[in-house]
Protein backbone atom coordinates (compact mmCIF):
# COMPACT_ATOMS: atom_id res chain seq x y z
CA UNK A 1 0.00 0.00 0.00
CA UNK A 2 2.92 2.41 0.88
CA UNK A 3 4.36 1.50 -3.17
CA UNK A 4 1.21 2.47 -4.36
CA UNK A 5 1.16 5.71 -2.43
CA UNK A 6 4.33 6.87 -3.64
CA UNK A 7 3.87 6.04 -7.17
CA UNK A 8 0.67 8.01 -7.24
CA UNK A 9 1.84 11.26 -5.28
CA UNK A 10 4.61 10.81 -8.46
CA UNK A 11 2.29 10.74 -11.04
CA UNK A 12 -0.08 12.43 -9.49
CA UNK A 13 1.57 15.93 -8.17
CA UNK A 14 3.12 16.48 -11.60
CA UNK A 15 -0.12 15.94 -13.38
CA UNK A 16 -1.94 18.16 -11.36
CA UNK A 17 0.37 20.87 -11.69
CA UNK A 18 0.38 20.36 -15.56
CA UNK A 19 -3.69 19.37 -15.57
CA UNK A 20 -4.48 22.63 -14.25
CA UNK A 21 -2.17 25.03 -16.28
CA UNK A 22 -3.17 23.44 -19.31
CA UNK A 23 -6.69 23.05 -18.18
CA UNK A 24 -7.40 19.66 -19.40
CA UNK A 25 -11.18 18.39 -19.14
CA UNK A 26 -12.48 18.87 -15.67
CA UNK A 27 -13.59 15.55 -15.35
CA UNK A 28 -10.31 14.27 -15.89
CA UNK A 29 -8.59 16.27 -13.12
CA UNK A 30 -11.29 15.83 -10.55
CA UNK A 31 -10.02 12.07 -10.90
CA UNK A 32 -6.72 12.93 -10.91
CA UNK A 33 -7.43 15.21 -7.47
CA UNK A 34 -8.63 12.82 -5.85
CA UNK A 35 -6.08 9.97 -5.97
CA UNK A 36 -2.89 12.89 -5.33
CA UNK A 37 -4.97 14.00 -2.37
CA UNK A 38 -5.70 9.91 -1.04
CA UNK A 39 -2.05 9.27 -1.69
CA UNK A 40 -1.09 12.35 0.10
CA UNK A 41 -3.00 12.35 2.97
CA UNK A 42 -1.36 8.60 3.11
CA UNK A 43 2.14 10.29 3.90
CA UNK A 44 0.16 13.25 6.07
CA UNK A 45 -0.78 9.73 8.12
CA UNK A 46 2.59 8.27 8.21
CA UNK A 47 4.34 11.26 8.95
CA UNK A 48 1.92 12.11 11.99
CA UNK A 49 2.18 8.35 13.57
CA UNK A 50 5.92 8.54 13.55
CA UNK A 51 5.96 12.11 15.22
CA UNK A 52 3.21 11.00 17.71
CA UNK A 53 5.59 7.88 18.52
CA UNK A 54 8.97 10.39 19.10
CA UNK A 55 7.18 12.98 21.06
CA UNK A 56 5.39 10.49 23.68
CA UNK A 57 1.62 9.89 23.77
CA UNK A 58 0.45 13.46 25.45
CA UNK A 59 2.00 15.89 22.48
CA UNK A 60 1.18 12.59 20.09
CA UNK A 61 -2.56 12.57 20.80
CA UNK A 62 -2.52 16.39 20.18
CA UNK A 63 -0.34 15.81 16.46
CA UNK A 64 -3.08 13.20 15.88
CA UNK A 65 -5.87 15.69 16.59
CA UNK A 66 -4.74 18.07 14.76
CA UNK A 67 -3.96 16.31 11.92
CA UNK A 68 -6.63 13.57 11.94
CA UNK A 69 -8.79 15.55 9.42
CA UNK A 70 -6.24 17.62 7.75
CA UNK A 71 -6.86 16.91 4.58
CA UNK A 72 -10.66 17.17 4.75
CA UNK A 73 -10.35 20.71 6.91
CA UNK A 74 -8.17 21.95 4.03
CA UNK A 75 -10.21 21.07 1.15
CA UNK A 76 -13.29 22.68 2.90
CA UNK A 77 -11.48 26.21 3.33
CA UNK A 78 -11.01 26.43 -0.38
CA UNK A 79 -14.79 25.47 -0.95
CA UNK A 80 -15.67 27.68 1.99
CA UNK A 81 -13.18 30.45 0.31
CA UNK A 82 -15.58 29.79 -3.20
CA UNK A 83 -18.46 30.19 -1.29
CA UNK A 84 -19.76 26.32 -1.53
CA UNK A 85 -21.32 26.55 2.08
CA UNK A 86 -23.73 23.58 0.91
CA UNK A 87 -20.76 21.26 -0.09
CA UNK A 88 -18.88 22.20 3.40
CA UNK A 89 -21.66 21.37 5.54
CA UNK A 90 -22.80 18.53 3.28
CA UNK A 91 -18.67 17.14 3.33
CA UNK A 92 -19.57 18.25 7.45
CA UNK A 93 -21.90 15.42 7.20
CA UNK A 94 -20.56 12.73 5.18
CA UNK A 95 -16.93 12.52 7.73
CA UNK A 96 -19.77 11.78 10.33
CA UNK A 97 -21.37 9.45 8.33
CA UNK A 98 -18.59 7.99 6.54
CA UNK A 99 -16.65 7.67 9.84
CA UNK A 100 -19.82 6.18 12.12
CA UNK A 101 -20.84 4.04 9.40
CA UNK A 102 -18.71 3.13 6.72
CA UNK A 103 -15.19 3.36 8.64
CA UNK A 104 -16.98 1.34 11.64
CA UNK A 105 -19.01 -1.03 9.27
CA UNK A 106 -16.22 -2.04 7.84
CA UNK A 107 -13.43 -2.46 10.36
CA UNK A 108 -16.60 -5.00 12.62
CA UNK A 109 -17.65 -6.56 9.24
CA UNK A 110 -13.83 -7.40 8.27
CA UNK A 111 -12.55 -8.21 11.76
CA UNK A 112 -15.14 -10.47 12.64
CA UNK A 113 -14.69 -12.61 9.74
CA UNK A 114 -11.54 -13.33 10.87
CA UNK A 115 -12.21 -13.05 14.79
CA UNK A 116 -15.95 -14.25 16.06
CA UNK A 117 -16.10 -11.98 18.80
CA UNK A 118 -14.08 -8.58 19.45
CA UNK A 119 -13.51 -6.72 22.29
CA UNK A 120 -12.47 -2.94 23.32
CA UNK A 121 -12.66 -0.86 26.08
CA UNK A 122 -16.47 -0.33 26.96
CA UNK A 123 -15.50 2.87 29.08
CA UNK A 124 -13.94 4.42 26.06
CA UNK A 125 -17.25 3.38 24.04
CA UNK A 126 -19.50 5.09 27.01
CA UNK A 127 -17.21 8.33 27.21
CA UNK A 128 -17.29 8.46 23.38
CA UNK A 129 -21.62 7.80 23.54
CA UNK A 130 -21.93 10.98 25.60
CA UNK A 131 -19.53 13.48 23.65
CA UNK A 132 -21.08 11.86 20.12
CA UNK A 133 -24.81 12.97 22.10
CA UNK A 134 -23.13 16.69 22.86
CA UNK A 135 -21.56 17.00 19.75
CA UNK A 136 -23.45 15.56 16.47
CA UNK A 137 -27.15 16.09 18.04
CA UNK A 138 -27.19 18.95 20.72
CA UNK A 139 -24.28 21.34 19.23
CA UNK A 140 -26.32 20.70 15.81
CA UNK A 141 -30.15 20.45 16.50
CA UNK A 142 -29.52 23.76 19.22
CA UNK A 143 -28.70 25.90 15.78
CA UNK A 144 -31.58 24.32 13.61
CA UNK A 145 -34.26 25.05 15.79
CA UNK A 146 -33.33 28.20 16.91
CA UNK A 147 -32.76 29.40 13.56
CA UNK A 148 -36.27 28.94 12.32
CA UNK A 149 -37.27 32.36 14.37
CA UNK A 150 -33.88 33.95 13.97
CA UNK A 151 -32.73 36.20 11.25
CA UNK A 152 -29.25 35.40 9.46
CA UNK A 153 -27.14 37.39 10.92
CA UNK A 154 -28.26 36.16 14.44
CA UNK A 155 -28.51 32.75 13.22
CA UNK A 156 -24.67 33.19 12.19
CA UNK A 157 -23.84 34.68 16.06
CA UNK A 158 -25.25 32.00 17.35
CA UNK A 159 -23.56 29.59 15.23
CA UNK A 160 -19.94 31.35 16.45
CA UNK A 161 -20.80 30.75 20.30
CA UNK A 162 -21.09 27.64 20.12
CA UNK A 163 -18.20 26.99 18.15
CA UNK A 164 -16.14 28.22 21.12
CA UNK A 165 -17.72 26.58 23.48
CA UNK A 166 -17.86 23.44 21.10
CA UNK A 167 -13.73 23.69 20.42
CA UNK A 168 -12.98 24.60 24.04
CA UNK A 169 -14.89 21.31 25.10
CA UNK A 170 -12.93 19.37 22.61
CA UNK A 171 -9.58 20.40 24.01
CA UNK A 172 -10.79 19.83 27.64
CA UNK A 173 -11.40 16.52 26.19
CA UNK A 174 -8.36 16.12 25.26
CA UNK A 175 -6.44 17.40 28.70
CA UNK A 176 -8.98 14.49 30.04
CA UNK A 177 -7.84 11.80 28.05
CA UNK A 178 -4.42 12.68 27.86
CA UNK A 179 -3.42 14.01 30.90
CA UNK A 180 -5.39 14.00 34.20
CA UNK A 181 -7.14 10.54 33.32
CA UNK A 182 -5.18 8.49 31.04
CA UNK A 183 -4.76 5.23 31.52
CA UNK A 184 -7.64 5.46 34.50
CA UNK A 185 -10.26 3.48 32.48
CA UNK A 186 -8.04 1.31 30.48
CA UNK A 187 -9.80 -2.63 31.60
CA UNK A 188 -7.47 -4.55 29.81
CA UNK A 189 -3.55 -3.02 30.29
CA UNK A 190 -1.92 -6.06 28.69
CA UNK A 191 -3.89 -5.78 25.48
CA UNK A 192 -3.16 -2.31 25.36
CA UNK A 193 0.36 -2.38 25.94
CA UNK A 194 0.87 -5.25 23.78
CA UNK A 195 -0.84 -2.92 21.03
CA UNK A 196 1.72 -0.06 21.80
CA UNK A 197 4.53 -1.96 21.97
CA UNK A 198 4.12 -2.81 18.27
CA UNK A 199 4.23 0.94 17.62
CA UNK A 200 7.28 1.78 19.75
CA UNK A 201 9.81 2.66 16.66
CA UNK A 202 8.60 5.33 14.92
CA UNK A 203 8.76 5.10 10.62
CA UNK A 204 10.58 8.05 10.24
CA UNK A 205 12.64 10.11 12.69
CA UNK A 206 12.05 13.67 13.63
CA UNK A 207 13.03 16.03 10.97
CA UNK A 208 11.87 13.44 7.61
CA UNK A 209 8.62 13.59 9.74
CA UNK A 210 8.34 16.80 9.73
CA UNK A 211 9.64 17.73 6.04
CA UNK A 212 7.62 14.89 4.64
CA UNK A 213 4.41 16.74 6.91
CA UNK A 214 5.15 20.06 5.47
CA UNK A 215 5.59 18.66 2.40
CA UNK A 216 2.53 17.34 1.73
CA UNK A 217 0.28 19.57 3.75
CA UNK A 218 0.95 22.15 1.05
CA UNK A 219 0.72 20.03 -2.14
CA UNK A 220 -2.62 18.89 -0.69
CA UNK A 221 -3.18 22.62 -0.10
CA UNK A 222 -2.69 23.27 -3.62
CA UNK A 223 -4.42 20.30 -5.02
CA UNK A 224 -7.56 20.93 -3.06
CA UNK A 225 -7.97 24.31 -4.00
CA UNK A 226 -7.93 22.83 -8.08
CA UNK A 227 -10.05 19.81 -7.12
CA UNK A 228 -12.89 22.65 -5.72
CA UNK A 229 -12.98 24.26 -8.98
CA UNK A 230 -13.96 21.34 -10.24
CA UNK A 231 -16.87 20.38 -8.14
CA UNK A 232 -19.39 22.31 -10.31
CA UNK A 233 -18.50 20.74 -14.09
CA UNK A 234 -18.47 17.26 -12.36
CA UNK A 235 -21.72 17.84 -10.37
CA UNK A 236 -23.42 19.37 -13.62
CA UNK A 237 -21.38 15.62 -15.70
CA UNK A 238 -22.89 13.12 -13.83
CA UNK A 239 -26.24 14.53 -12.61
CA UNK A 240 -24.81 14.99 -9.09
CA UNK A 241 -25.98 17.61 -6.49
CA UNK A 242 -23.56 19.42 -4.45
CA UNK A 243 -25.20 17.64 -1.27
CA UNK A 244 -24.34 14.08 -2.98
CA UNK A 245 -20.60 15.44 -3.50
CA UNK A 246 -19.70 16.57 -0.23
CA UNK A 247 -21.39 14.08 1.78
CA UNK A 248 -19.78 11.12 -0.39
CA UNK A 249 -16.55 12.37 -2.41
CA UNK A 250 -15.21 14.70 -0.31
CA UNK A 251 -16.06 12.97 2.85
CA UNK A 252 -14.23 9.93 1.47
CA UNK A 253 -10.86 11.31 -0.36
CA UNK A 254 -10.55 13.29 2.64
CA UNK A 255 -10.73 10.57 5.15
CA UNK A 256 -9.35 7.06 2.65
CA UNK A 257 -6.08 7.05 4.41
CA UNK A 258 -7.71 6.80 7.86
CA UNK A 259 -10.57 4.94 6.83
CA UNK A 260 -7.68 2.21 5.62
CA UNK A 261 -6.06 2.17 8.76
CA UNK A 262 -8.93 1.50 10.40
CA UNK A 263 -10.25 -1.40 8.61
CA UNK A 264 -6.46 -2.83 9.03
CA UNK A 265 -6.24 -2.37 12.49
CA UNK A 266 -9.65 -4.41 12.82
CA UNK A 267 -8.09 -7.29 10.81
CA UNK A 268 -5.01 -7.05 13.27
CA UNK A 269 -7.96 -7.51 16.43
CA UNK A 270 -6.74 -3.92 17.27
CA UNK A 271 -10.51 -2.93 18.30
CA UNK A 272 -9.23 -0.54 20.66
CA UNK A 273 -7.13 1.70 17.82
CA UNK A 274 -10.27 1.15 14.87
CA UNK A 275 -12.81 2.80 17.40
CA UNK A 276 -10.50 5.67 18.39
CA UNK A 277 -10.11 6.37 14.67
CA UNK A 278 -13.82 5.69 13.68
CA UNK A 279 -15.55 7.41 16.48
CA UNK A 280 -12.74 10.02 17.70
CA UNK A 281 -12.62 11.07 14.19
CA UNK A 282 -16.06 11.92 14.19
CA UNK A 283 -15.49 13.83 17.69
CA UNK A 284 -12.90 15.96 15.70
CA UNK A 285 -15.09 16.71 13.06
CA UNK A 286 -17.74 17.46 15.20
CA UNK A 287 -15.88 19.17 17.95
CA UNK A 288 -12.79 21.09 16.34
CA UNK A 289 -13.68 20.95 12.41
CA UNK A 290 -16.83 22.17 12.27
CA UNK A 291 -16.71 24.91 14.82
CA UNK A 292 -13.22 25.98 13.32
CA UNK A 293 -14.57 26.28 9.92
CA UNK A 294 -17.53 28.67 11.32
CA UNK A 295 -14.94 31.18 12.77
CA UNK A 296 -12.92 31.00 9.68
CA UNK A 297 -15.53 32.17 7.88
CA UNK A 298 -15.87 35.09 10.00
CA UNK A 299 -12.39 36.42 7.81
CA UNK A 300 -14.47 35.45 4.33
CA UNK A 301 -16.80 36.67 1.94
CA UNK A 302 -19.13 34.04 3.09
CA UNK A 303 -20.00 33.04 6.50
CA UNK A 304 -21.25 29.50 7.53
CA UNK A 305 -23.42 28.71 10.24
CA UNK A 306 -24.23 25.39 11.50
CA UNK A 307 -27.37 24.83 10.35
CA UNK A 308 -27.92 21.53 8.18
CA UNK A 309 -30.34 20.49 6.21
CA UNK A 310 -32.85 18.37 7.81
CA UNK A 311 -32.22 14.47 5.98
CA UNK A 312 -28.58 15.85 6.99
CA UNK A 313 -29.69 16.37 10.71
CA UNK A 314 -31.62 13.01 10.56
CA UNK A 315 -29.35 11.14 8.92
CA UNK A 316 -26.19 12.36 11.44
CA UNK A 317 -28.44 11.49 14.61
CA UNK A 318 -29.35 8.20 13.51
CA UNK A 319 -26.00 7.45 12.72
CA UNK A 320 -24.98 8.45 16.09
CA UNK A 321 -27.91 6.88 18.12
CA UNK A 322 -26.91 3.27 15.26
CA UNK A 323 -23.77 3.55 16.60
CA UNK A 324 -23.69 3.78 20.60
CA UNK A 325 -26.57 0.76 20.41
CA UNK A 326 -24.25 -1.19 19.34
CA UNK A 327 -20.86 -0.27 20.67
CA UNK A 328 -22.14 0.64 24.34
CA UNK A 329 -21.24 -3.34 25.47
CA UNK A 330 -17.58 -3.03 24.49
CA UNK A 331 -17.73 -5.79 21.74
CA UNK A 332 -18.67 -6.43 18.24
CA UNK A 333 -19.00 -9.20 15.37
CA UNK A 334 -19.34 -9.09 11.80
CA UNK A 335 -22.74 -8.93 11.49
CA UNK A 336 -23.31 -5.49 13.58
CA UNK A 337 -21.20 -4.08 10.86
CA UNK A 338 -22.71 -5.56 8.07
CA UNK A 339 -25.73 -3.34 10.20
CA UNK A 340 -23.43 -0.56 10.00
CA UNK A 341 -22.57 -0.83 6.17
CA UNK A 342 -26.67 -1.30 5.37
CA UNK A 343 -27.46 2.24 6.96
CA UNK A 344 -24.90 4.13 5.08
CA UNK A 345 -25.68 2.10 1.78
CA UNK A 346 -29.61 3.40 2.68
CA UNK A 347 -28.64 7.14 3.07
CA UNK A 348 -26.24 7.06 -0.03
CA UNK A 349 -29.03 6.23 -1.86
CA UNK A 350 -31.28 8.39 -0.37
CA UNK A 351 -28.79 11.53 -0.99
CA UNK A 352 -28.12 10.70 -4.77
CA UNK A 353 -31.43 10.53 -5.39
CA UNK A 354 -31.68 14.01 -3.06
Known amino acids: MNRIFLIMVIIGVPLSIIGGLLHWPAVIMFIVYCLTIIALAGFMGRATESLAIIAGPRIGGLLNATFGNAVELIISIFALKAGLVTVVLASLTGSVLGNLLLVGGLSFLVGGIKFKRQKFSVHDARH?????????????????????????????????????????????????????????????????????????????????????????TIAVGYVSENLVHTFDIVAEAFGWSEIFIGIIIVAIVGNAAEHASAVMMAYKNKMNVAIEIAIGSTLQVAMFVAPLLVLISLFLDTQMSLVFSMPELISMITAVFLTIALTNDGETNWFEGGTLLAAYAIMGIGFYLL
Open 128 to 216: NSGLLIFSVILAFVIPEVFSMDMNDSDTFTLSVGISIILIMLYLAGLFFKLVSHRGIYQEDSEQVERENAEHEEPEWGKWKALIILALS
